[in-house]
């Protein structure tokens, strides 16, 4: 299992290891309901509508986990909801990767790179952040958790999605090393989103 709100749990007794997400509430709402939303139709579900992101996304080859299911539990006007994606092999989130070492500038373009494709397919994502940015074993970069994320024409979302990651990542520094984001790292990162 991983940490925070979004919390994912790993499942290996399949073929291919599963990573299972129940959604939970954020924010002054989660005081009044941990994990449960308004339910307004099947077709809103949040878990369904990510795994139709999702199956988008991987149909066009963006680094994005492959989904395998999602379920909702209806209880009156509210639902809770899970899903379950394919784990990125030998993954682990960018914020975990600077807790460990310093990046080169190669996987900083990596990551600006990845996003530039997302951004290219014209994927708004609700919550980039260094958490939901993978870098597996070899370099590889993916992009998990697409919750309230959507496809859009180009427009001013593509620049607070680099400005929301940048706050993420200056963020999580703070605690490290000077040498875990220094100045050069951005600059990097841009270079790979061209």
């Given at each position: ?16 290891p599963?990573a ?49 299911a999602a ?18 092999p ?22 600006g ?6 951004h ?9 952040n ?27 979302w ?12 200056v ?5 490290l ?18």
């Amino acid at each position: 299992m991983t940490g925070g709100r979004g919390s994912a749990w790993f499942i290996a007794a399949t073929p291919h290891p599963w990573a299972l997400r129940h959604y939970r509430r954020g924010g002054f709402i989660a005081h009044l309901s941990e994990d449960r939303y308004l339910w307004t139709g099947e077709q809103r579900v949040r878990a369904f509508a990510e795994w139709r992101l999702l199956r988008t996304l991987v149909e066009r080859g963006l680094p994005v986990p492959q989904p395998v299911a999602a379920r909702y539990q209806r209880a009156g006007p509210s639902y809770r909801c899970d899903l379950i994606t394919r784990r990125i092999p030998n993954a682990r989130p960018l914020s975990d990767a600077l807790s460990a070492a310093p990046l080169d500038a190669s996987a900083w373009a990596a990551v600006g790179a990845a996003v530039a494709r997302l951004h290219a397919a014209g994927v708004d994502h609700a919550d980039l952040n260094a958490h939901n940015i993978l870098l597996d074993a070899q370099g590889a970069v993916s992009v998990i958790d697409f919750d309230r994320g959507r496809l859009r024409p180009p427009g001013a979302w593509a620049g607070r999605n680099l400005i929301r990651l940048h706050r993420s990542l200056v963020k999580i520094c703070r605690a490290l090393p000077p040498d875990r984001f220094p100045s050069g790292a951005w600059m990097s990162l841009m270079s790979g989103y061209g």
